[in-house]
C-alpha cells in the first residue's frame, strides 16, 4: 500500500511542482522553500537542535499555525531546554510561523514521499511529534512510528463535510490512525467520529478547543488610535474589517460597501483576502469599480490620511489581529462560499462585534456557541449581511455589548491547553 502511495505522489510531484512554481511566477510571487520541502536543509540550518531535545509542532496553513501559539508558549514554558521546530504546508502559514517567537525554527513539511520523509526525520531527530488538527500524512506517521517516535494529533476535529469521506475510506486509514500515540480532539462528536475510522478507542480524549485559549491584549483607546493614525485612517470614520475574503466575496462585501456609502456613512473598509497573491486581480476589480485604494505595503510611506469611500487593500500577512484591532465592526470569509469559514474568535479576542455567513461548517461548534452567546451575527446573502452592518453602526452600544460578550465566550471556554499538555508530559515521559 505504501509503495503504490509513494509512485501516486511521485508522479503528482511531477506535475504539481512545476505549476506550482509557474503559478508563483504569474503572480509575481518568488516560490519559496522546495529545498525543504525535499527534505534538504542548508548548512547550519539545523544548528540550533545540536544536543536539545526537539518537539516538532506541524500546523499546515494559517488557522492551524494561530490555534497552535498558546500550545507553543506552553510548551516553551513546560520545556525552557527544549528546541521547538514548527512546519507549514503553505506559503501563508509559514510567513505567519516566523512570526513566533516561541517556535526556535520554523520549516516547510517534507513532501510525503517515504524517503524524503525519512531523510527529514534523520535529520531533525524529534523526540515527539505534534499535528495540530486532523492532518494525517501515512508515510510521515508509520516512519515517526517505526523509528520510536511518539505522534500526537491535538485540536483534532473531523467535520461533517468530512466524515462521510474518511468513513468510506477507513479501511485504509485504520492502519495510519494505530500508529499514532494519542488523539486530542475537540468535542465529543469529534472524539466519536475518530474512533469510527479507526482511532483506538484507548487513546482518544477529548481536551477542547486550542483556538478558546489565545491570548492577547486589548489596546487602550490612545493605543488603538495611534495604530489608526499608522494605518493613515481617519478618525471620523467607522473602519470596517473584511477578513479573510476568498473569490466571490470581495465582490459581494464591496457593494454592500458602495450601498452604505450612498446612505451618506462616513465609512472605511479594510479588505483582507486570504491569499495576499490575489490582492493583485482584487486591486483590478477595486478599479474597474472606480473605487480608490491604497495598499498596505504603500501605507506607510504616504502621509496622506485614506479618505471615507476607499479601501485598504492588505497585502500583507501576519497583521489580522493588529487590523482587528482598529476596527469598529469585523466581518469574516471564508463563509458566504463553501469553504467552511474562518476563526471568528480572533475578533472576539478584541472585543469586536462579528459578523460571518452561513457556510461555517469548518467552525461549526465555536459559531454555534457565538451565535448562543450573542458575540455575533451570522447572514445568508448580500442584503442580510447589508442590514447587519448598518445596524452595527447604528447601535455603537449594542456593537460593544456584542464585543464583550464574544470575550466572555472565549475566557468561559480556555483550558485546552493545560488539558493537552497533559498528554504531552505523559509521551515524552514514557
Not at 365 to 376: M, P, R, T, V
Request: with cysteine; hydrophobic share 45%.
Amino acid at each position: 500500500m505504501y509503495l503504490l502511495y509513494d509512485l501516486i505522489l511521485l508522479v503528482a510531484a511531477a506535475v504539481l511542482i512545476p505549476w506550482y512554481l509557474l503559478r508563483g511566477l504569474r503572480h509575481g510571487k518568488v516560490r519559496r522553500g522546495i529545498r525543504e520541502r525535499l527534505g534538504l536543509y542548508e548548512d547550519g540550518r539545523l544548528a540550533s537542535l545540536a544536543g536539545r531535545e526537539v518537539i516538532w509542532v506541524h500546523a499546515v496553513s494559517v488557522g492551524e499555525t494561530r490555534a497552535a501559539i498558546p500550545l507553543l508558549r506552553a510548551l516553551k514554558a513546560a520545556y525552557p531546554q527544549s528546541a521547538l521546530v514548527l512546519s507549514s504546508v503553505t506559503e501563508t502559514g509559514h510567513a505567519i510561523a516566523s512570526g513566533i517567537n516561541d517556535a526556535d525554527l520554523c520549516l516547510f513539511f517534507p513532501f510525503d514521499l517515504s524517503w524524503v520523509v525519512r531523510r527529514a526525520l534523520t535529520q531533525v531527530k524529534p523526540a515527539l511529534i505534534v499535528i495540530v488538527e486532523t492532518e494525517i500524512w501515512p508515510n510521515f506517521v508509520r516512519l515517526a512510528h517505526q523509528s520510536g517516535i511518539p505522534v500526537l494529533l491535538v485540536n483534532g476535529r473531523i467535520s461533517d463535510r468530512s466524515y462521510p469521506r474518511y468513513r468510506r475510506v477507513r479501511w485504509l486509514l485504520r492502519p495510519v490512525l494505530e500508529q499514532f500515540s494519542a488523539f486530542c480532539m475537540q468535542t465529543d462528536q469529534d472524539a466519536e467520529r475518530i474512533r469510527g475510522i479507526g482511532a483506538p478507542p484507548e487513546r482518544v480524549e477529548v481536551t477542547r478547543n486550542l483556538k478558546f485559549d489565545m491570548q492577547t491584549t486589548v489596546p487602550n483607546p490612545a493605543a488603538a488610535a495611534s495604530l489608526r493614525q499608522s494605518l493613515r485612517l481617519p478618525d471620523r470614520a467607522s473602519i470596517w474589517v473584511a477578513g479573510s475574503t476568498h473569490a466571490g466575496e470581495e465582490e459581494v462585501v464591496l457593494e454592500v460597501y458602495q450601498r452604505l456609502l450612498r446612505e451618506g456613512r462616513a465609512l472605511v473598509l479594510v479588505l483582507v483576502p486570504r491569499h495576499p497573491e490575489r490582492c493583485r486581480g482584487v486591486g483590478e476589480m477595486l478599479s474597474g469599480q472606480g473605487v480608490p485604494f491604497v495598499l498596505r505595503t504603500a501605507v506607510e510611506s504616504s502621509s496622506r490620511l485614506l479618505a471615507p469611500g476607499g479601501v485598504l487593500l492588505v497585502d500583507t500577512v501576519g497583521e489580522m489581529l493588529k487590523l482587528y484591532t482598529v476596527a469598529d465592526l469585523v466581518f469574516v470569509g471564508g463563509s458566504l462560499i463553501a469553504v467552511g469559514g474562518h476563526n471568528v474568535l480572533e475578533a472576539s479576542l478584541l472585543k469586536k462585534p462579528v459578523i460571518f455567513g452561513s457556510y461555517m461548517h469548518n467552525f461549526k461548534e465555536i459559531s454555534q456557541l457565538l451565535l448562543a452567546a450573542g458575540g455575533g451575527i451570522q447572514v445568508a446573502d448580500p442584503t442580510e449581511l447589508t442590514t447587519a452592518v448598518r445596524r452595527l453602526l447604528d447601535n455603537h452600544e449594542e456593537a460593544c455589548r456584542m464585543g464583550e460578550r464574544g470575550h466572555a465566550l472565549l475566557e468561559a471556554n480556555a483550558g485546552a491547553t493545560e488539558h493537552t499538555l497533559v498528554v504531552i508530559k505523559r509521551l515524552l515521559g514514557s
